[in-house]
C-alpha cells in the first residue's frame, strides 16, 4: 500500500504548490483539511518554531507523517517585516490584497534601491513518534511600487526576484517553483524522501 503523507496547511494555494513540487515520489499527497479540522495556532516567533509546531501537531492528529511549511517575506527596509506574521500581516482574517496594500503604504517613499527583501520558507517533516526534521530554502529580490501579474499568491505580485524581470505573479509555476523559496526547501524534502540526503 501506497504510504501517505500529509501536508500540514489549510491554504489550498500552497498545497497545490507543494503537491507539484512531490510529483512523482510514492506517496499519496492529502491535504490536512481531507482528514482533521484541526487548526494549529502559527504562534512561534521563527519560521522553523511554527513549521515544526505545524508539522508535529498534525502528524499526531492524523497518526501519519505530516509536512508542513511556514514561510514569509523579509524586507530589509522594515527591519524584517512582515517576517512571521506575512499572512496575518494587516490583520484577521488573512487577506492577500490588505496585506499587499499594507505592505506598499509601509514602502511608500522608500527608493527602489533601498527596497530588498527577501522569501524565507521552512519546511518540516514529523511523524507521530514527535521526531522533526527542518529544511530552509530562500530567495532575494526586491519589492515592486505597485503589483503585476496574474498568477501566484500572497506577495507574488509585488515581488521581483533578482536577475529576473517578471514578479512571482508573472511567472509560471514551473518558472517560480525552480527558484522560489519553497521550491528550494521542497527539493531537500524531495532528496530525504527519495533517501539520497
Known amino acids: 500500500?501506497?504510504?501517505?503523507?500529509?501536508?500540514?496547511?489549510?491554504?489550498?494555494?500552497?498545497?497545490?504548490?507543494?503537491?507539484?513540487?512531490?510529483?512523482?515520489?510514492?506517496?499519496?499527497?492529502?491535504?490536512?483539511?481531507?482528514?482533521?479540522?484541526?487548526?494549529?495556532?502559527?504562534?512561534?516567533?521563527?519560521?522553523?518554531?511554527?513549521?515544526?509546531?505545524?508539522?508535529?501537531?498534525?502528524?499526531?492528529?492524523?497518526?501519519?507523517?505530516?509536512?508542513?511549511?511556514?514561510?514569509?517575506?523579509?524586507?530589509?527596509?522594515?527591519?524584517?517585516?512582515?517576517?512571521?506574521?506575512?499572512?496575518?500581516?494587516?490583520?484577521?482574517p488573512a487577506d492577500d490584497e490588505r496585506n499587499n496594500e499594507k505592505l506598499l503604504d509601509m514602502l511608500a517613499g522608500v527608493p527602489d534601491e533601498k527596497r530588498s527583501a527577501r522569501f524565507v520558507c521552512v519546511a518540516a517533516l514529523a511523524d507521530p513518534l514527535g521526531n522533526l526534521r527542518l529544511w530552509q530554502g530562500e530567495v532575494s529580490g526586491r519589492i515592486l511600487f505597485g503589483r503585476r501579474g496574474p498568477s501566484g499568491f500572497g506577495y507574488d505580485p509585488l515581488f521581483i526576484p533578482n536577475g529576473y524581470d517578471k514578479t512571482f505573479a508573472e511567472l509560471s509555476m514551473e518558472?517560480?517553483?525552480?527558484?522560489?523559496?519553497?521550491?528550494q526547501a521542497l527539493l531537500k524534502v524531495r532528496r530525504y524522501l527519495e533517501g539520497d540526503e
Open 1 to 92: 500500500m501506497t504510504e501517505r503523507l500529509v501536508i500540514a496547511s489549510r491554504n489550498e494555494n500552497k498545497v497545490r504548490e507543494i503537491r507539484v513540487l512531490l510529483t512523482g515520489l510514492p506517496f499519496a499527497v492529502l491535504s490536512a483539511r481531507e482528514l482533521t479540522d484541526l487548526d494549529v495556532d502559527e504562534d512561534g516567533k521563527t519560521f522553523e518554531a511554527n513549521a515544526g509546531k505545524k508539522a508535529l501537531e498534525i502528524s499526531r492528529a492524523v497518526g501519519l507523517r505530516a509536512l508542513a511549511d511556514d514561510s514569509g517575506l523579509v524586507v530589509d527596509a522594515l527591519g524584517g517585516q512582515p517576517g512571521v506574521l506575512s499572512a496575518r500581516f494587516a490583520g484577521e
Open 175 to 183: 518558472e517560480k517553483n525552480r527558484i522560489s523559496h519553497r521550491g
